[in-house]
Every structure is written in C-alpha cells, then in structure tokens.
C-alpha cells in the first residue's frame, strides 16, 4: 500500500497510529496498488437551490482507495466503545465520555467524497486508473499510435515530393510560359501531338520576338540519341534549343565555357552544350572544352558545360546533350518544335502576356490551336495532384486510427465489466450518472492522447531516421495533416468510450454492489 502522507502525525491519537502502520505493513499482493489517505480534509462546500442551503465538511480518519473495487472509509475511535440507548461512548483513562455516531461519521464522509467527486477529481481518477493498467494501457494506445506515425510519415513524404516539384519548377523564373502545338489535354497539362495542326516554326519564333510584352523566346525539342566521345559512348537525352535557352537553365551564367552563339538559327554552327553528368560520363576529369562529339553520327564541337540543374519532372538535364534546334530537327526528321518557351517582360503581367502571345498565334495560324500554359497553371494542376496523394496517403493512416479506435472501445468493455463494483460504490457514496459516464469517457480519451503522442514522438523520429540515412530524400512534415491526425485521434477516443462509459453510468448501483 502507497500511504499518503507517508508519515502519520506525532500527535494523531495512538489508535490512528496502530492502525497507520497495519495498514503500511500491509504485503499482500492484492492490495500493492491501493491508495491510503491518511486525515483526508474536505473542504467547505454549498449546494443552493430555491428553498434551502447546505453546508458541508469534515474529516476521514483513512480512506483506501482499491483499484477495480472501490473505496474503504475507516472512522478511528479510541477506548472502549459502547453504545447505550442511542448514544455512544468511549471509556478510557480519563474516564466515560459521549462521542459522535462512528457509522454515521464514516457515512457522512463517503457522501462527502461523492459530492466532491467533481472536474478535478475525475480526472484524477481516471489517470489512475489508466496508470495503473500500464501494460494493457501502452497496448490499446498503440493502435492510435500506428495510426498516427503513418499519417505523419506518409503525408510527409507526399509534402516533401510536392515542395521538390515546386522548387523544380520555380527554379526557372516564375515569367516562363510554354507554348505548344494542339489543343488536347490530359489531367489539365498539354500533350502537343504532332500533324494534327500548324507546327510551330521558326517563323513564330521570330514574330513572338516583336511582341512588346515578350522578352525572351525560345524554342525547344528533345528526342533520346546515342552520344560519342572519342572513348566513350552513351544514349541519352538530346535538347534542341535556341542560343537564348541559358537565360532558363543557367540564369545565374555559372556556365563553363559559353553557350551556343547567336548564329543564323536555321543555319548554325556544329556546337554543342554538355549539362554536368554528360560530361563526366564522356570525358571524366578532362576539360571537354574544344573537344568534339558525335550525336547520332554527326560530329559537335564542345564549348560548354552547364551547372548542375538535376532533374525537372523525371528528366535528368544534368544528362543531356544541348544543340541548336535546326540541327536538331534535321537529325530527327521533324518540321516543326515540339514547344516554344517565352519569358514575358517583367512590367507586364502573365495575364496580358498570355493574351496577347494566343492573339498573335491565332492570327498566324488562322485558328485557334496551340495550348498555351503558365507556371502558375502547371503548380495549380500540380498542386490539385499533390492534395489528392497527401489526402490518399492520410487515409491510409485514418485507418490505422480507426483500428486503433476499435481497440479501445474493446478495452473499455472490458474495463466496465471488470468494475462493476468500482462503480456501485462510486453511485452508493454519492456520485451521479453523470460523474460515472465522465470517468469512463475520460479514461478513452487519456488513452487516446497517449496513442496520439506516443505516435508524434515515433513520427518524428522516424522522419529523422530516414533524413539522416537517406539525406537526398524529399520529405517535409506536413502540419496540418498532424493537426488533423490528433484530432481525429481525440474524437476516435471519445466516440469509442461513448457506449461504454454509457453502459457504466446506466448500471443500477445496488446490482453492481453484489457483483465479485
């Protein structure tokens, strides 16, 4: 037995003492998790309604507190007590004397804990009781827990990803608008097909460049090819620009050597541009500058090498080889680009740029067919992509919280059947239906909360796990979902010990005082 204060007054009365340190010396088993309060004071209180006041305190000598049974008042009287016509006495060295009704002291105390059963002490209570189930406690909370690391790790992953594609896409400018052929659409994004309608040529190219609101234009085609070093060999990506393409990729101008010049664009020169990786795998450590190259069988002649840039939507533009798009276009037989990138004019706004970019196109193709698409489109259809996969994503840890919520409720059952006589008690001293239904729908919440912690404490360990090991990786904690992860946590907790707590408060108390 746990005695509180652990220490028993000099001056308590001797039969206080002896029964203080039989009750500390207590070693049965069955008693090692009780509660003795020794001298428990209630304070005054007043219950006030229309007609009458009440004022009430006192005093319990010892008050035990037997965990899935109940409490135990015990009054302490000294000497030899009897009791003659409805009065009681105690007799002792100092002689016969009349002394309050014991049973009636101990009565009146067990209803004094019944009234001052209140906010405080139910939340007292029911923390003791989950403390006091420690392992079947940690079990019921895992669930929630489980729930709650994979709501975090998952819409982490998913927040981590989105804000990598972002940053690809911003990393370019935010003026940038791609101009393609055809006007299908997949998922709100343009696949320009080719011979469906009026490629897009250099002759647009040229009269986008008159455009007031336009700064920069060019156009651009990919294609994969094999690329040749004097030693070395590999296939890869092949980009056909136009000399004003660094403003896009190296907008910095870190590139090594120069890009390619602004020659006569339907008849340049044979040179080409390595991005960072490509030059590695062809010529290691050896400056390529000067040096040629064969794509698809056509020689090249190497004047730079772009700055690192990674990868743009799955495309590795470290990897790639970059020359000019006349030359592109003979190698691989096409007519037309298979888009056409303009940087508007800072003074001018996407909007107007936008309008007035689609009114010279429609007039120089007698029609309304290119696809014309902003940065600001492609984050929108991004960002309505990446919302669906984080939702999808937390609703596969919703699940998990919803299991975890079965398991409490399951837990519960089990703890009302188990205190049956805990709770007759608890009606017999005073407490309302009510109280009852609090303590037990307290107890699923308190379980509730430490699933929801014990999960944001492995969550977030384990986000740090795979950053530490994995540092490349795009992961970034998604805030809001953790917000909604503990709430649903909390609501779970309170849905799932409705019923039983309910179950617990209709229990009739003189039925649950016969229970075992």
């Given amino acids: 037995m746990r005695m509180i ?17 039989l009750l500390k010396e207590t070693n049965s088993k ?3 998790d009780c509660l003795v309060f020794h001298s428990l004071n209630y304070p005054p209180g007043t219950e006030k309604n229309k007609k009458q006041s009440y004022n009430f305190f006192g005093e319990s000598d010892f008050v035990i507190l037997v965990p899935s049974h109940g409490l135990i008042n015990i ?37 004094e804990i019944g009234r001052y059963f209140k906010t405080k002490d139910i939340f007292i209570f029911s923390t003791f009781s989950v403390i006091s189930q420690k392992m079947r406690s940690f079990l019921t909370s895992l669930g929630i827990a489980i729930g709650v690391v994979c709501v975090i790790f998952l819409t982490s992953l998913g927040q981590g990803l989105q804000d990598y594609i972002v940053s690809q896409f911003t990393q370019f400018g935010s003026n940038i608008i791609a101009i393609q052929p055809g006007k299908e659409q997949t998922m709100g994004a343009p696949i320009g097909v080719f011979g469906t309608v009026r490629p897009l040529s250099f002759e647009d190219v040229e009269a986008l460049e008159k455009l007031p609101t336009i700064d920069v234009v060019v156009p651009v085609s990919g294609g994969s090819g094999e690329i040749e070093s004097d030693t070395r060999m590999r296939r890869s990506m092949v980009v056909g620009t136009g000399s004003d393409y660094d403003v896009i990729v190296d907008p910095e101008g870190k590139t090594l050597g120069k890009y390619l010049p602004d020659d006569n664009p339907k008849t340049p020169r044979a040179f080409a541009v390595l991005g960072p990786k490509m030059k590695d795998e062809l010529f290691g450590d050896k400056n390529p500058l000067g040096l040629t190259i064969r794509v698809n069988s056509t020689r090249f002649r190497v004047i730079g090498v772009l700055p690192p840039k990674g990868d743009f939507l799955g495309m590795d533009l470290d990897d790639a080889v970059y020359i000019p798009i006349a030359k592109f276009n003979s190698m691989f037989n096409r007519n037309g680009f298979q888009e056409i990138d303009v940087i508007h004019k800072d003074n001018v706004t996407t909007d107007e740029a936008v309008a007035s970019v689609k009114r010279l196109l429609i007039n120089r193709h007698g029609g ?9 489109d492609m984050l929108e259809s991004l960002g309505e992509i990446m919302k ?23 837990i519960m059952t089990v703890a009302v059947n188990e205190r049956t006589s805990e709770i007759g008690v608890l009606r017999a001293i005073g407490a309302s239906r009510r109280r009852i ?22 969550g977030f360990l384990a986000v740090n796990i795979a950053l530490t090991v994995y540092p490349d990786m795009p992961i970034a904690i998604a805030w809001e979902y953790i917000l909604y992860a503990i709430l649903i946590s ?24 016969r229970t075992d």
């Fill in 5 to 21: 204060p652990p220490v028993i007054d000099v001056n308590a009365p001797s039969g206080e003492k002896e029964i203080f340190q």
């Fill in 437 to 458: 239904q609090d303590v037990f729908l307290l107890e699923s919440i308190f379980l509730a909360i430490l699933g929801a912690m014990l999960g944001l404490s492995i």
């Fill in 490 to 513: 909390l609501f779970i907790g309170l849905v799932a010990g409705y019923l039983p707590a309910r179950s617990a408060a209709q229990l009739d108390p003189i039925e649950a005082l």
């Fill in 368 to 376: 309304d067919d290119t696809t014309i698409t902003t940065q600001a």
């Fill in 30 to 32: 069955k008693f090692k």
């Fill in 388 to 410: 669906w996969l984080k939702f999808t994503v937390a609703a596969f840890g919703g699940i998990s919280l919803l299991v975890g919520g079965v398991g409490i409720f399951t």
């Fill in 75 to 111: 009054e302490v009287k000294g000497g030899k007590i009897s009791r003659e016509d409805g009065i009681w006495y105690t007799t002792n060295r100092f002689g016969k004397h009349k002394i309050k009704d014991p049973f009636k002291q101990a009565t009146n105390s067990l209803f």
